[in-house]
């Protein structure tokens, strides 16, 4: 068995890596026993090179596989030694995502103002690092996505936050979504293309980052933010996610 992570980092390379796989896929590993998987965090990128029908690699795959966060119980499994209490923080921090859950090592708050005092804290620039296999000019999107993490669900809200009256956001909106990093709700009674649609953040870790991290970016890069900032705001960012939390019950 042979496991390549990351995948998209070789496609940004070199886009002819792509056909130098189907060569070995087609010469070497196809009357073989050997199995080739291929991961990648970019929904885009595996998506459209990988996946897509204009792929070298298009009818080549024998499975694919989306993984998703775990639930909150499974949190438990992390951290045996944390109360439900403690959980709940972490989970408004890390959602179900096992990537952001191994690096908690301490009690939440602890490990949070540690990690902030890092010069090297990938909590600076994670959101970046996610967003530039996505889209080429990263600022308006990360402008619609701190709007949404303030609330902001409508899309004449969006506009107003991110201060733009003509032009069409629709584009933007439709991309994120087709990201999975944001995620369109309509209520029960009304059609898909209802004008009544919100936007929300599609987990946790964006939530946090666009309502803690990037607007206090300057602070902490200096050095002088006070984890108590996010503290004292804690309990009432958790009360606007608790409809998540109790769906998992």
């Known amino acids: 068995m042979i496991i390549i992570d990351e995948f998209q980092n070789l496609i940004e390379e070199d886009k002819n890596i792509l056909s130098v796989f189907q060569s070995i896929v087609d010469l070497i590993l196809k009357n073989s026993k050997v199995k080739l998987i291929l991961i990648g965090s970019s929904v885009s990128m595996i998506t459209s090179h990988v996946l897509s029908y204009k792929s070298p690699l298009y009818g080549r795959r024998t499975g ?76 308006t999107y990360k402008l ?47 059609s898909e293309k209802s004008r009544f649609g919100r936007y929300y953040l599609s987990d946790n870790f964006l939530k946090f980052w666009f309502r803690y991290i990037y607007p206090n970016l300057s602070l902490i890069e200096e050095g002088v933010f006070d984890v108590n900032t996010i503290k004292q705001d804690y309990n009432t960012y958790l009360g606007e996610y608790s409809k998540k939390f109790v769906s998992s019950f």
């Open 64 to 139: 694919s596989m989306e993984v998703k966060p775990v639930s909150f119980f499974d949190l438990k499994k992390f951290f045996p030694q944390f109360s439900i209490e403690q959980l709940i923080e972490i989970y408004g921090f890390a959602d179900g995502i096992p990537f952001y859950l191994v690096k908690i090592d301490k009690d939440f708050w602890s490990w949070l103002e540690e990690e902030l005092n890092k010069k090297d804290s990938f909590l600076k620039d994670e959101v970046d690092f996610i967003m530039k296999y996505e889209f080429e000019d990263v600022s």
């Open 144 to 190: 619609i996505l701190e709007a949404i993490a303030f609330g902001k669900t409508k899309v004449n809200e969006i506009k107003d936050y991110i201060k733009v009256e003509r032009t069409d956001i629709s584009p933007y909106l439709k991309n994120l979504a087709e990201v999975k990093m944001i995620k369109r709700i309509v209520p029960i009674t009304e």
